[in-house]
């Protein structure tokens, strides 16, 4: 079985610069999660869907930051427009249903110059 | 403010010893909480979880001892081997939101 795909694994923006991470998740998974990791801050969660609706919007990541998703098996993050700040890991995790485990994809590298 | 709190930071132990790490969290909602492992460059995986209504649960050289009444639980790796290096995510679930995770300890096995 194929595990979280996300595309690209390292991207490089100048600021200001529009990016889209992508994410396919676990075939047959309901639930899609986004995260940023960061040293400083650890994994802090960005959105949230469930059955392809939206549940959670991470509050403080609204204004530049957007997560769709297209279809059951393809979700996008957009960050417009980027920031220094932004240079960290984000990561996508799906799962069968909220109450089951989480399968993590291992990450796109965004470096904002 | 760190809802759910790890320590220590980062861990040095030799192979075959116990390593032991520590997670406490705030919200009483909580009731279930996963422990994260995390190699370079991968996402992180589960390891183990636990429920609020046990107070250990184990899985091979892994086993997490949890205290409810304190809002505490620890990890203890027995009989650690170098292949064990990684950073360990401790995390907290209330069902109502996306999981809170801890800011992780790192830990390193010698041989």
């Known amino acids: 079985d194929a595990g979280v795909t996300q595309t690209p694994r390292h991207e490089v923006a100048e600021k200001g610069q529009t990016i889209i991470l992508k994410c396919e998740p676990v075939?047959?998974?309901?639930?899609l999660f986004w995260y940023r990791q960061t040293k400083i801050q650890g994994l802090e969660l960005l959105s949230y869907f469930r059955s392809k609706s939206l549940m959670e919007d991470g509050g403080a990541f609204k204004d530049r930051f957007k997560a769709e998703m297209l279809n059951s098996s393809f979700s996008t993050l957009k960050i417009q427009p980027t920031e220094p700040k932004d240079s960290a890991v984000y990561l996508c995790?799906?799962?069968?249903?909220?109450?089951?485990?989480?399968?993590f994809g291992p990450g796109t590298r965004l470096t904002v110059l | 403010q760190q809802q759910v709190r790890q320590s220590p930071q980062s861990l040095t132990v030799w192979e075959g010893e116990t390593a032991i790490l520590n997670c406490s969290y705030e919200?009483?909602?909580?009731?279930?909480f996963p422990w994260y492992q995390q190699f370079p460059g991968e996402g992180p995986a589960l390891l183990i979880s636990i429920s609020s209504v046990s107070d250990k649960k184990e899985d091979g050289r892994f086993t997490i001892f949890f205290n409810k009444r304190e809002k505490k639980l620890s990890l203890h790796i027995t009989d650690s081997q170098p292949g064990d290096s990684a950073t360990y995510f401790c995390a907290a679930d209330n069902y109502a939101q996306g999981l809170t995770f801890g800011l992780g300890t790192r830990v390193s096995v010698f041989p």
């Open positions: 995790a799906s799962s069968l249903d909220r109450l089951y485990e989480q399968y």
């Open positions: 919200d009483s909602t909580f009731n279930y």
């Open positions: 075939s047959g998974h309901n639930d």
